[in-house]
């Protein structure tokens, strides 16, 4: 067992993805897995699918591997009023979770794997904006 | 352009503080600042940069007016409501030895800001940054973050993060309004001896 993680949870300057838990998955299995993001109060990111054609949305990427990412689920962003917009922005504020689906190959290896990822998030608050980030992680998959 | 802090950042940041003479950029919090004294004033760095022709810009070429530099990007919000503001500025202000450069920290370069440019018709001149010219700012790890240079090139006050039109044309007016004060010292030879230093 791998629990609790030997590895902190995921940080920036703003935004933290607490570790995920490890799962047990068997061959040939769909399960989902749920990524706990933080941001700081007073920060957003921008959601998935921000309106503006130059906000930079926010990206999960699974490696591909023994475990297939089939969805990548984001929660329903939030339509946000800012000083700086004068249309609502979409946003992710606070604490939420990003799920993914992942699909464990019928011939996969048994044992433990670790399938990584990318977060590519861009955040700010009503003043300012930080540069676009991209936060690696990593969650701990028992395939059996 | 990664927009990651180099190896030598530590280093960049103090000369940064050196330079800019204490008004470095605040990471997460806004810095509304007023005009330093003249006397207070320190040198802004120099930089060669490329504009939207390819054409090299330094800022010494800038030397005996006000220069507006913000640094910015097309991803920013906050920069996006004041680029309206800074063209009337330019307009308005030229004349009377103004001028606004936007130094763009886009990762994408050219590609994505030459079609802003040309959509939103900005009328001032726009350079694409680099990470060196961000570290020598100060680090510039917030945007807008915008310098206001006087005429003789140093740097008058410093705005990280959105600040009202209000408040940047109070400045603009009072340093245009102001005629030079003794020249702050060797600029060339202080930017010159202390990026010598980091290299």
Redesign the interface.
């Known amino acids: 067992m791998l629990w609790p993680p030997p590895w902190p949870a995921f940080a920036s300057?703003?935004l933290t993805v607490a570790p995920p838990r490890q799962i047990t998955a068997r061959r040939g299995q769909t399960f989902p897995a749920a990524l706990r993001v933080e941001l700081?109060g007073g920060f957003h990111v921008n959601s998935n699918a921000p309106a503006?054609e130059?906000?930079?949305p926010l990206r999960l990427a699974w490696e591909v591997g023994p475990l297939q990412a089939v969805e990548v689920v984001f929660p329903k962003p939030r339509l946000e009023k800012?000083?700086?917009?004068p249309k609502p922005?979409s946003v992710f504020t606070g604490d939420f979770d990003i799920a993914t689906n992942f699909r464990v190959a019928a011939d996969a290896p048994t044992g433990l794997h670790l399938v990584k990822g990318k977060l590519r998030y861009?955040a700010?608050?009503?003043?300012?904006?930080?540069?676009?980030k991209t936060l690696e992680v990593q969650l701990a998959v028992d395939i059996r | 352009m990664s927009?990651k802090f180099p190896r030598k950042a530590a280093a960049a940041l103090m000369l940064a503080g050196l330079l800019a003479g204490g008004c470095k950029s605040t990471?997460?919090s806004?810095n509304a600042a007023t005009l330093k004294p003249a006397k207070d004033r320190k040198p802004a760095p120099e930089f060669d940069l490329k504009d939207a022709a390819g054409k090299p810009v330094k800022l010494s070429e800038y030397k005996g007016k006000v220069v507006l530099l913000n640094f910015w990007?097309?991803?920013?919000?906050?920069?996006?409501?004041e680029i309206p503001w800074f063209m009337e500025f330019e307009q308005q202000y030229k004349d009377r030895g103004f001028a606004v450069l936007g130094i763009s920290?886009d990762?994408e370069g050219w590609e994505?800001v030459k079609p802003?440019i040309e959509k939103y018709k900005l009328n001032y001149r726009v350079l694409l940054g680099t990470d060196m010219v961000a570290q020598i700012y100060g680090g510039v790890?917030?945007?807008?973050t915008t310098f206001l240079i006087d005429r003789e090139g140093r740097i008058a006050s410093v705005h990280?993060?959105?600040v009202s039109k209000s408040d940047y044309e109070k400045e603009i007016v009072e340093i245009l309004d102001t005629r030079a004060a003794a020249s702050g010292g060797a600029r060339g030879g202080a930017v010159a001896a202390a990026v010598a230093g980091l290299r």
Do not use: H
């Not at chain 1, 800012?82 to 917009?85: A, E, L, V």
């Not at chain 2, 990007?73 to 409501?81: L, Q």
């Not at chain 2, 790890?141 to 807008?144: G, N």
């Open positions: 300057d703003v700081r503006d130059y906000l930079i800012y000083g700086f917009s922005v861009q700010c608050n009503d003043k300012l904006c930080l540069p676009p | 927009w990471r997460l806004v990007a097309t991803w920013c919000g906050p920069c996006k409501i920290m990762e994505i802003y790890d917030s945007l807008p990280v993060g959105l």
